[in-house]
């Protein structure tokens, strides 16, 4: 191995060998890592002789990826992409690709910045309240310092389920303005009731909730899914690794509109039915202890995987 991501145990991709295994990645093959991040999953792929296009909006992530020799074999077979990944069949159609051979996606934030205190995702080291993934836009202080107490209730409740999110959004008003990851986690924590050391801390929820909407995350993976669907020919392997259930819902959703034949209404043409774009449409597949022992991260990982048929996609994306 020429270059290799970290090695600690917060940066080890999640259920790596099911990835690979349903991937099942073959050289010559071209295949998508749609979140980049530290290049796990991207290193066992050109390890198997795969092209990847790696995908990350965050500049952080694709700095570090220009590092890898293999950016500058000629063609090069690894190729990044500074975008959102809902972007990738434009993408890659400037690349002159219109077809893939797989696609991977590792929903959410990534362990890279959890772990950057500057970055404000986390409330475990006191930050900026920041929580942009691509480094651009408006962040988290500005939607909770401007936004009224309704919208503030909605996303707490919808990206968080917090069912107490109208009294964490009077608070977080009351407090305005706020700065940094710690005043939000105070003010959810009063809001709240909290003990040190209960069980789990209430902030986990709001933090959810705030970052699933700066960055419009589950938008994204809707997009993302649509992309897929586009890009992946007859064959093609499609591998979700989701971290909550907002996430393996809208996966879950997907793949079995998609897996089904759908034969429309009763007083159309028999022409009108839609064959299923994916078969092969995998079970939840969870991590083992082992590996949760080894990254406790793997514990809410979820991984569903499918292969594309040769019908035509429902929708382009």
Request: hydrophobic letters at 40%.
């Amino acid at each position: 191995m020429s270059a290799m991501p970290p090695t600690d145990a917060q940066h080890i991709p999640v259920l790596l060998d099911e990835v690979i295994a349903a991937l099942q990645p073959r050289p010559g093959e071209v295949i998508v890592d749609a979140t980049f991040g530290a290049g796990g999953y991207s290193r066992a792929l050109l390890d198997a002789g795969a092209t990847v296009h790696a995908f990350d909006r965050d500049p952080d992530a694709i700095a570090a990826g220009e590092k890898w020799p293999e950016t500058a074999e000629n063609p090069p077979r690894l190729v990044l992409h500074a975008r959102r990944f809902s972007e990738m069949v434009n993408a890659l159609a400037e690349s002159g690709l219109v077809r893939v051979d797989g696609i991977v996606m590792d929903i959410g934030v990534s362990s890279m910045q959890l772990d950057q205190a500057e970055r404000g995702f986390a409330f475990s080291a006191e930050g900026p309240l920041d929580m942009r993934m691509s480094q651009s836009g408006p962040s988290a202080a500005d939607f909770l310092n401007s936004a009224d107490e309704g919208e503030i209730a909605d996303v707490l409740y919808t990206y968080g389920e917090e069912r107490q999110s109208r009294r964490v959004a009077r608070a977080i008003v009351a407090a305005r303005p706020l700065s940094t990851t710690g005043d939000l986690a105070r003010v959810v924590r009063k809001a709240l009731g909290y003990r040190p050391g209960a069980p789990k801390d209430p902030a986990t929820r709001s933090f959810q909730a705030v970052r699933i909407h700066v960055n419009a995350e589950l938008n994204e993976l809707e997009e993302g899914l649509r992309a897929a669907e586009t890009l992946l020919g007859e064959g093609g392997r499609l591998a979700v690794v989701t971290f909550h259930s907002l996430e393996d819902r809208i996966v879950k959703r997907f793949l079995r509109d998609a897996s089904s034949v759908s034969g429309g209404s009763r007083h159309l043409p028999q022409a009108s039915v839609m064959p299923e774009v994916f078969n092969r449409v995998s079970r939840a597949v969870r991590a083992s202890e082992a590996e949760v022992s080894r990254n406790p991260r793997a514990r809410s990982a979820t991984l569903r995987h499918a292969v594309r048929t040769a019908a035509p996609a429902r929708i382009a994306a």
